[in-house]
């Protein structure tokens, strides 16, 4: 059984090359074949589930789904990584969006197994956040975004039919955190653009009537519409601090982990040191 405990293509601005070579070159801090291993674990939990009911198939998902718990420590170290966060960017956006649309699946399949996807696509969104966060010149395609957004939809709607299926507080505070991180990623619109240029328009044909014109009035009532509910959508709805504190939450987590481990590791050391002071003593 599963031993998980609950709990660009933007911008134009990153390679399609395999990632492990570029990391092979950079330093040792990932498993070797870590991008190759997301490609296959993420292709196994998505089209294997057409077939669950079947013993071989549920295993390999399972394990799949182990794999991407056992590595959430390597997933942390692409969102603190500037280099490994640039050269894996692009294969984390594919991934998170693929593993997204087979949660519309696995919330008819097990409610166990719906959440604990919600948790490893948000471990792929923190990616994703990061490489914003460091990268103020890089965006995500608008298209994109939409179509993470009708899926999320399609998602909330499956949760209200299967509400009694599943732990509806911790499903609503992953998809939350996915919402708020998708809500604050900048993407290639042109829509303001378009808003400024139709009042600038809209300006000059008052100018030349001398009383505003029905192109201000409307191009005016279009931008109002677009700030009031962009304002909605990133302060009321998706504030960007909740996002901010677990995401602050999450690195501190890792960090006492790696602190805790390298101490075990310091005091094993110690160890080894005393027992082989002492059997030299014996002897001499």
Same mark, same amino acid.
């Given at each position: 059984?599963?031993?998980?405990?609950?709990? !660009?293509? @933007? @911008?134009?601005?990153? #390679?399609?090359?395999?990632?492990?070579?570029?990391?092979?070159? !950079?330093?040792?801090?990932?498993?070797? /074949?870590?991008?190759?291993?997301?490609?296959?674990?993420?292709?196994?939990?998505?089209? %294997?589930?057409?077939?669950?009911?079947?013993?071989?198939?549920?295993?390999?998902?399972?394990?799949?789904?182990?794999?991407?718990? /056992? $590595?959430?420590?390597?997933?942390?170290?692409?969102?603190?990584?500037?280099?490994? /966060?640039?050269? +894996?960017?692009?294969?984390?956006?594919?991934?998170?969006?693929? !593993?997204?649309?087979?949660?519309?699946?696995?919330?008819?399949?097990?409610? +166990?197994?719906?959440?604990?996807?919600?948790?490893?696509?948000?471990?792929?969104?923190?990616? =994703? +956040?990061?490489?914003?966060?460091?990268?103020?010149?890089?965006?995500?395609?608008?298209?994109?975004?939409?179509?993470?957004?009708?899926?999320?939809?399609? =998602?909330?709607?499956?949760?209200?039919?299967?509400?009694?299926?599943?732990?509806? /507080?911790?499903?609503?505070?992953?998809?939350?955190?996915?919402?708020?991180?998708?809500?604050?990623?900048?993407?290639?619109?042109?829509?303001?653009?378009?808003?400024?240029?139709?009042?600038?328009?809209?300006?000059?044909?008052?100018?030349?009537?001398?009383?505003?014109?029905?192109?201000?009035?409307? #191009?005016?009532?279009?931008?109002?519409?677009?700030? !009031?509910?962009?304002?909605?959508?990133?302060?009321?709805?998706?504030?960007?601090?909740?996002?901010?504190?677990?995401?602050? +939450?999450?690195?501190?987590?890792?960090?006492?982990?790696?602190?805790?481990?390298?101490?075990? %590791?310091?005091?094993?050391?110690?160890?080894?040191?005393?027992?082989?002071?002492?059997? $030299?003593?014996?002897?001499?």
């Amino acid at each position: 059984m599963l031993d998980i405990i609950p709990r !660009l293509r @933007g @911008g134009g601005c990153v #390679a399609t090359q395999n990632p492990q070579n570029k990391v092979t070159k !950079l330093n040792n801090k990932l498993p070797i /074949n870590f991008s190759s291993n997301i490609k296959d674990h993420t292709n196994i939990i998505s089209k %294997k589930s057409l077939t669950f009911s079947d013993k071989i198939s549920q295993d390999e998902i399972l394990s799949s789904f182990q794999w991407f718990y /056992n $590595h959430k420590e390597y997933f942390q170290i692409l969102c603190n990584d500037d280099q490994l /966060n640039q050269i +894996f960017y692009q294969l984390i956006e594919i991934s998170a969006e693929q !593993l997204l649309k087979q949660l519309v699946v696995y919330i008819r399949l097990s409610g +166990f197994l719906f959440y604990q996807l919600l948790d490893i696509c948000n471990d792929l969104f923190r990616v =994703i +956040f990061s490489y914003q966060l460091k990268n103020e010149d890089r965006y995500m395609q608008e298209s994109l975004k939409q179509n993470l957004l009708e899926i999320i939809s399609e =998602i909330e709607s499956q949760i209200s039919v299967e509400s009694i299926n599943i732990w509806k /507080n911790g499903v609503e505070f992953e998809l939350q955190l996915i919402k708020t991180c998708i809500a604050h990623c900048r993407t290639n619109s042109e829509k303001e653009k378009e808003l400024v240029i139709a009042i600038v328009c809209g300006v000059a044909s008052s100018i030349s009537q001398l009383s505003p014109s029905a192109e201000l009035i409307d #191009a005016l009532i279009e931008a109002g519409k677009y700030l !009031l509910l962009n304002f909605y959508d990133k302060q009321i709805q998706h504030p960007l601090q909740k996002y901010e504190k677990d995401y602050f +939450f999450e690195n501190l987590k890792w960090s006492i982990i790696n602190q805790v481990i390298l101490f075990k %590791k310091q005091l094993t050391l110690c160890w080894m040191d005393l027992i082989y002071i002492q059997s $030299h003593l014996k002897i001499g």
